[in-house]
């Protein structure tokens, strides 16, 4: 198992939330692959989007539901800077996972993030689970606690 796939792990069981982790052969990069995937409809699917900040240059994780786009303007006016886009090497060393396994939970530091309203409509959502071919389920409220996300509106 790796260091992601584990940290990820040790997160949802910690907080004591009820959970699926699935490995799956398939990829899960896309909220399309994933939804295939697992059986679930694109929307339940909880996408990790990163952004970089370009006054504090740290990353700004909105969590979205997978058919749906964050709008750049209203997601830099939450964030309250201008947002840019996120190389892989700060994505890594911030929350410590690859592109297309960005988890909500389990960073390796405390990442500002924001949570797609959305997603509160689905009694399960699936989020990555810190490598591109592995996924859990969640309830979306567990995970909007458990990821110290606040509840925006961002997408469209």
Known sequence: MS???KRVEAALSAAGVAHELKGLTASTRTAAEAAAAVGCEVDQIAKSILFKGETG???VLFVTAGGRQVDPERASALAGERLGKADADLIRAETGFVIGGV??????KPVRAFFDRHLLSFPLVWAAAGTPNHVFSIAPDALLGLSGAT??????
């Open 57 to 59: 240059g740290h990353v």
């Open 103 to 108: 988890s909500p939970v389990g960073h390796l």
């Open 151 to 156: 509840l925006a509106d961002f997408s469209g």
């Open 3 to 5: 260091k992601s796939l």
